[in-house]
Structure formats: C-alpha cells, structure tokens
C-alpha cells in the first residue's frame, strides 16, 4: 500500500501516464469538462478539498513546465491568482480569456474537479520531463 503523496489511485495513475507536453486541467467544482475526457473527481462538499489543497498535492508529484489560466482570475478571484503565480513563478503562463481555456480543455488528458466554490479557480498545467542534466 502507498503511504505518502497522492493516494487516490486514479490520479496516481494519471499523474504517472503523463507525457511531455501533455495536459490536465485542475479545476473548480463548477467547471465543465468536455464529454469524452476522463474526470478524478474529488468533490466531497463544497470548499473539500480546496483548489490550493489539489494543486499542492499535484505539484508535488508532476513536472510542470507551463500553465494556462483565466485572464478573469486576476480581477475576480486575486487571491487565487496570487496563489497560483506565486506558487508556479519560474513557469511561463498564458492568460487567455475564460471562454478559451473552456475550449482548450477540449485537448486535456484528464480533468481533476476539486471542491473548490470560488470563481475562475481553474488551471491547465503542462507536463514536463524529469532529465537530468548531469
């Protein structure tokens, strides 16, 4: 049994079938994925867990080499933006409006739908490679 890091074992399969380049929406409780992509829903209630609470856990476990969010998130929800840039800082990001990172979920591998009750409280992270240099 694995005793550390995530422990629901359809996100830990997810999170370990990533490729380079490919990506996973972490989103709010409210967002819609497209039909046809592969949901880990973790919902329990409203506010369980959170969107910081997934995305910590997430990155502790993923490469990430870029991310994708709501231009929005900035105005409506800065305390996430905050979050969310302070905690990706060296990453490049795009900020587009809300109605294309809807669409571009449309190319996820996967979608995680947190319990998150807060606007604009999505993500799209890409995957990176774990080379080493040396």
């Known amino acids: 049994m694995k005793k550390t890091g995530i422990l629901n074992a359809q996100l830990a399969g ?3 079938g990533l490729g380079h380049k490919e990506q996973f929406l972490i989103g709010d409780a409210g967002m819609p994925v ?3 992509i592969p949901i880990v829903d973790l ?3 409203g506010g369980i867990p959170s969107f910081q609470q997934v995305v910590d856990a997430v990155l502790e476990e993923t ?3 870029g991310y994708v969010v709501a231009k929005e998130m900035q ?3 800065p305390r996430m933006a905050r979050y969310l ?3 990706l800082a060296w990453l490049p990001v795009q900020e587009v409006p809300h109605t294309e990172l ?3 979920t449309e190319n996820v591998k996967f979608a995680i739908r947190t319990g998150e009750f807060t606007p604009y409280a999505n993500v799209i992270l890409q995957a990176g490679v774990a080379f080493s240099n040396e």
């Open 14 to 16: 997810y999170i370990a």
């Open 34 to 36: 497209p039909k046809g």
């Open 43 to 45: 919902v329990l209630c």
């Open 63 to 65: 490469v990430v080499e």
């Open 75 to 77: 105005q409506e929800n």
């Open 85 to 87: 840039h302070s905690k």
């Open 102 to 104: 809807k669409q571009q």
